[in-house]
């Protein structure tokens, strides 16, 4: 593989002046320092200065595309990264042929997922660390103008740098009917899809019963009429390991399944979105040896968090982090159940609450809880029940209101409450419970040709960090620059010496496509998450260099 692509990685480069090509440059740069507050630890110490930098290449030629990204992490990736990430190497490269006929062919590296993802997901995110391509080979059918969609597909994972990859190899096939099409319906949409994964790992004599052939089977229906919409999927796991404590259980293995329910309605000025999910022993990996990682390397499949996903730097302190892992050490959980709504009106312009330019307002509720379920635990097994539509204990729940309001010309404002309650013994398997009150005004006034932003928040919580206040200032002027200046106070932390701010303020230039930005400051440490996956984060101290530009 690597003989075939270093080739075409070379013609890429010799053709950059032909107006296929297309490349994108980004660079994440952090030099790291000690204060008052913050020192890095011994080891991190001897490589301050870090960077995580990437160029993607395509080249478009008739029918085929060929495409590559090169990777740097040198001196050393920014902190917390995953530690296969290292040096200058290829990241992905592929070729791919794409025809009207319906047909498209990939060979090296792609991202794809199945139905919601529960099922199959790879995907790239920079700033988690996530980059699980698959490397191998995939068809795209289509037939009869979309009335049957298919996927085949056949590889191994990327795991960290170069010509990595993981130990199992990945066979899979996803099909999809447009069952409304085949009636001439043109108000009424139905699909069905199925999906089949297939892991085959190696037998190893140091996990006893895990088997080498691991399956996973799902069925879908997503239906539309008018402005609603109703989407059903049920997915079946065959037995595979899992993780107990910090080590993988070279014993037990289990079966898993899970179940999504999506439904809503949506017309001008009104929509109202639910979503019920059940998770059992569901997260899937292609290595057994990485089950569980903290990096999220080697996964296989897509669980997010059914939260709201907030924009402000209080709320995102206590954000919860889906929990479809099955473990009896050192706790005894076999997944999640719950369900998210939201609901949205506008009130229109004129009328009492709308005023001259209208009033937006949203609602969110989530509520997560833990399976009910009966776990033995015996010298040589474990087992487990759990029962379907029961629940267990409560850990988490939120409910918000955001209200966003145009006073003039020149004033936009929105007010935003949030109340969580978070189980920090579940979720981050530590101790205690949380409950937190947030309260956030945000303003943007237009001043001439420039923009101002003034952020406020303040955070009630009866344990944990406890107090917080924050405050953020943007002043966006002659349409390329950006100054700001934030800081999160935790005031009241019962731990003297944690009383901190954590502030920073920096500069961007924009300018076409290359965006540029400075900054110093320090970083609160916990999960950072994206798209309701997390990773964890140190604190830190530093100067910062992001630099992102296409060309």
């Given at each position: 593989?690597?003989?075939?692509?270093?080739?075409?990685?070379?013609l890429l480069a010799h053709t950059a002046l032909h107006a296929q090509f297309n490349a994108s440059l980004e660079s994440n740069n952090q030099y790291y320092v000690d204060d008052a507050k913050i020192k890095l630890a011994e080891t991190e110490a001897k490589d301050r200065l870090r960077s995580n930098t990437y160029l993607t290449m395509t080249y478009k030629y008739k029918q085929f595309t060929v495409g590559a990204q090169l990777?740097?992490?040198?001196?050393?990736?920014?902190?917390?990264?995953?530690?296969?990430?290292?040096?200058?190497?290829?990241?992905?490269?592929?070729?791919?042929?794409?025809?009207?006929?319906?047909?498209?062919?990939?060979?090296?590296?792609?991202?794809?997922?199945?139905?919601?993802?529960?099922?199959?997901?790879?995907?790239?995110?920079?700033?988690?660390?996530?980059?699980?391509?698959?490397?191998?080979?995939?068809?795209?059918?289509?037939?009869?103008?979309?009335?049957?969609?298919?996927?085949?597909?056949?590889?191994?994972?990327?795991?960290?740098?170069?010509?990595?990859?993981?130990?199992?190899?990945?066979?899979?096939?996803?099909?999809?009917?447009?069952?409304?099409?085949?009636?001439?319906?043109?108000?009424?949409?139905?699909?069905?899809?199925?999906?089949?994964?297939?892991?085959?790992?190696?037998?190893?004599?140091?996990?006893?019963?895990?088997?080498?052939?691991?399956?996973?089977?799902?069925?879908?229906?997503?239906?539309?009429?008018?402005?609603?919409?109703?989407?059903?999927?049920?997915?079946?796991?065959?037995?595979?390991?899992?993780?107990?404590?910090?080590?993988?259980?070279?014993?037990?293995?289990?079966?898993?399944?899970?179940?999504?329910?999506?439904?809503?309605?949506?017309?001008?000025?009104?929509?109202?979105?639910?979503?019920?999910?059940?998770?059992?022993?569901?997260?899937?990996?292609?290595?057994?040896?990485?089950?569980?990682?903290?990096?999220?390397?080697?996964?296989?499949?897509?669980?997010?968090?059914?939260?709201?996903?907030?924009?402000?730097?209080?709320?995102?302190?206590?954000?919860?982090?889906?929990?479809?892992?099955?473990?009896?050490?050192?706790?005894?959980?076999?997944?999640?159940?719950?369900?998210?709504?939201?609901?949205?009106?506008?009130?229109?312009?004129?009328?009492?609450?709308?005023?001259?330019?209208?009033?937006?307002?949203?609602?969110?509720?989530?509520?997560?809880?833990?399976?009910?379920?009966?776990?033995?635990?015996?010298?040589?097994?474990?087992?487990?029940?759990?029962?379907?539509?029961?629940?267990?204990?409560?850990?988490?729940?939120?409910?918000?209101?955001?209200?966003?309001?145009?006073?003039?010309?020149?004033?936009?404002?929105?007010?935003?409450?949030?109340?969580?309650?978070?189980?920090?013994?579940?979720?981050?398997?530590?101790?205690?419970?949380?409950?937190?009150?947030?309260?956030?005004?945000?303003?943007?006034?237009?001043?001439?040709?420039?923009?101002?932003?003034?952020?406020?928040?303040?955070?009630?919580?009866?344990?944990?960090?406890?107090?917080?206040?924050?405050?953020?200032?943007?002043?966006?002027?002659?349409?390329?620059?950006?100054?700001?200046?934030?800081?999160?106070?935790n005031y009241d932390n019962e731990e003297v010496e944690k009383q901190m701010h954590y502030y920073t303020f920096g500069a961007v230039f924009r300018k076409n496509s290359t965006r540029v930005q400075a900054s110093y400051g320090r970083q609160r440490g916990g999960l950072l998450c994206v798209g309701g996956v997390c990773r964890m984060v140190p604190e830190n101290t530093g100067f910062t260099l992001n630099i992102n530009t296409?060309?």
């Amino acid at each position: 593989m690597k003989k075939i692509f270093l080739p075409i990685i070379y013609l890429l480069a010799h053709t950059a002046l032909h107006a296929q090509f297309n490349a994108s440059l980004e660079s994440n740069n952090q030099y790291y320092v000690d204060d008052a507050k913050i020192k890095l630890a011994e080891t991190e110490a001897k490589d301050r200065l870090r960077s995580n930098t990437y160029l993607t290449m395509t080249y478009k030629y008739k029918q085929f595309t060929v495409g590559a990204q090169l990777e740097s992490y040198e001196p050393k990736a920014l902190l917390n990264y995953y530690p296969g990430f290292k040096d200058v190497n290829l990241g992905t490269y592929y070729v791919n042929y794409n025809n009207e006929k319906g047909l498209d062919v990939t060979l090296g590296h792609f991202y794809e997922q199945f139905g919601s993802g529960l099922a199959l997901r790879t995907w790239e995110d920079r700033q988690l660390g996530i980059a699980n391509s698959l490397v191998g080979a995939r068809v795209k059918y289509s037939i009869a103008d979309n009335l049957v969609n298919i996927k085949a597909l056949y590889g191994k994972q990327r795991i960290g740098m170069g010509f990595d990859f993981s130990n199992a190899s990945i066979a899979a096939i996803d099909t999809e009917f447009q069952l409304a099409k085949t009636v001439g319906s043109d108000q009424f949409e139905s699909n069905l899809g199925m999906s089949f994964v297939n892991k085959h790992e190696a037998l190893d004599p140091n996990f006893v019963n895990a088997p080498a052939d691991v399956n996973t089977y799902g069925i879908r229906l997503n239906n539309e009429y008018k402005d609603f919409y109703l989407n059903a999927e049920y997915l079946y796991k065959t037995k595979d390991v899992i993780k107990m404590a910090t080590v993988v259980d070279p014993t037990n293995v289990y079966s898993g399944n899970a179940m999504n329910l999506a439904f809503g309605f949506a017309k001008k000025g009104f929509a109202f979105n639910g979503t019920l999910r059940r998770l059992e022993n569901f997260n899937i990996y292609s290595d057994r040896e990485m089950v569980g990682n903290q990096y999220n390397q080697a996964l296989l499949n897509y669980t997010p968090a059914l939260t709201k996903q907030y924009d402000y730097s209080l709320a995102n302190i206590y954000v919860y982090q889906s929990q479809p892992q099955l473990t009896f050490f050192p706790q005894r959980k076999a997944g999640e159940i719950g369900s998210q709504f939201d609901l949205y009106y506008q009130f229109k312009k004129g009328s009492v609450l709308g005023g001259k330019y209208g009033t937006d307002i949203a609602f969110n509720f989530a509520n997560w809880y833990g399976l009910k379920g009966k776990y033995r635990i015996y010298e040589d097994y474990n087992t487990v029940e759990t029962k379907t539509f029961a629940l267990g204990e409560r850990y988490y729940s939120d409910f918000n209101v955001d209200v966003r309001k145009r006073f003039s010309s020149t004033w936009n404002t929105a007010l935003v409450y949030i109340y969580q309650d978070y189980n920090t013994d579940r979720i981050q398997e530590t101790s205690g419970r949380v409950f937190a009150t947030t309260a956030v005004w945000d303003n943007i006034f237009k001043i001439n040709k420039n923009s101002l932003k003034v952020e406020l928040q303040h955070q009630w919580a009866d344990s944990s960090y406890r107090n917080w206040a924050a405050g953020l200032t943007e002043f966006n002027f002659k349409k390329n620059w950006s100054v700001f200046v934030s800081d999160m106070y935790n005031y009241d932390n019962e731990e003297v010496e944690k009383q901190m701010h954590y502030y920073t303020f920096g500069a961007v230039f924009r300018k076409n496509s290359t965006r540029v930005q400075a900054s110093y400051g320090r970083q609160r440490g916990g999960l950072l998450c994206v798209g309701g996956v997390c990773r964890m984060v140190p604190e830190n101290t530093g100067f910062t260099l992001n630099i992102n530009t296409t060309f």
